[in-house]
């Protein structure tokens, strides 16, 4: 009798606790199932293929092979491979994660607090087009090189980060500018046959920005940029100048550190936000490409900074 009911207690608990296995069944069934039901309840079938297109990429493929390989390895309890795939899939969860990404780059980019309050003020922004503008005419404004690709057919192109070309044009034909001074030279790794600033100069012209309106300086990287700015700057004719500076709000934080060593007086113009307040959605739960190229922008300009640029 005993014996029975010792039976019916194990037979009653054999699910509590639970075991390795099931624990990983439950994970993968949330994974697989659950979340991918959860989307297309509150998304529609369109919210589903989103999520099944970010299982499918590159980042998700990895992350998914990670997560398998940390449960199988914890079911055969090896403690050293556990250990390695559970940390692969934490820093690729991470690094992949777009809230992250957001929470980041607001810590890396140049901070509003910079700004004065006229350059938040309706009167500084356009009319018809709602975009920010200088808090007064400038002589000049400067766009770093970066915004810019050449095709295959060695045409040149607005690259991910083209808006910040866009918004000098954009400047200029508000009136806000009289002169745009593009920046950026071949580096010898880069296989272009034409420098970013000219790629940016022949964008600007086909946008309706007048050549001769348009300067040019080099520079392989942001600091020889600025070195050049600074010798172009401390030309005669060229001192007490309005200047203004044109580049992605995470890089222009690093841009306008280095502008103090040279005493460069320039207003900064920033563009592409990345960072800032980003809706947790079910969809951006799963790490994806956007989200590792904005957290590497991110680490790129912190580590500049801890190499004292």
């Not at 040279?262 to 900064?268: C, D, T």
């Amino acid at each position: 009798m005993k014996h029975d009911i010792e039976s019916l207690n194990q037979s009653r608990w054999s699910f509590w606790p639970p075991k390795r296995h099931q624990i990983t069944l439950v994970v993968l069934v949330a994974i697989w199932i659950a979340l991918p039901t959860a989307v297309y309840a509150n998304h529609g079938l369109s919210g589903l293929e989103k999520l099944l297109t970010r299982y499918a990429m590159p980042v998700g493929l990895i992350w998914h092979v990670c997560l398998l390989g940390f449960l199988i390895e914890w079911i055969r309890k090896k403690r050293f491979s556990t250990l390695c795939l559970g940390a692969a899939f934490t820093l690729i969860s991470l690094t992949g994660s777009e809230p992250f990404s957001a929470w980041f780059n607001s810590k890396v980019e140049y901070s509003a607090e910079n700004f004065s309050a006229e350059n938040f003020s309706a009167e500084n922004f356009s009319a018809d087009k709602q975009f920010p503008l200088p808090s007064s005419p400038l002589d000049t404004t400067v766009l770093l090189g970066g915004s810019t690709r050449v095709d295959r057919r060695g045409m040149p192109e607005l690259a991910i980060d083209g808006h910040r070309l866009f918004y000098a044009a954009q400047i200029y034909h508000a009136g806000k500018t009289d002169r745009i001074l593009v920046t950026g030279s071949n580096h010898s790794m880069s296989g272009e046959q034409i420098s970013p600033a000219q790629q940016a100069k022949q964008l600007l012209i086909s946008i309706g920005v007048p050549a001769d309106r348009i300067d040019v300086s080099a520079g392989n990287n942001t600091r020889e940029e600025i070195h050049e700015l600074a010798r172009y700057f401390q030309q005669d004719g060229q001192r007490g100048k309005t200047i203004g500076l044109i580049t992605n709000a995470t890089h222009l934080a690093r841009a306008m550190r280095l502008t103090k060593g040279y005493n460069l007086k320039l207003e900064p113009l920033p563009c592409v936000y990345r960072g800032g307040p980003v809706q947790l959605t079910l969809l951006n739960l799963i790490p994806c490409a956007s989200g590792l190229y904005a957290n590497t922008d991110a680490c790129y300009e912190l580590l500049a900074k801890l190499a004292g640029q």
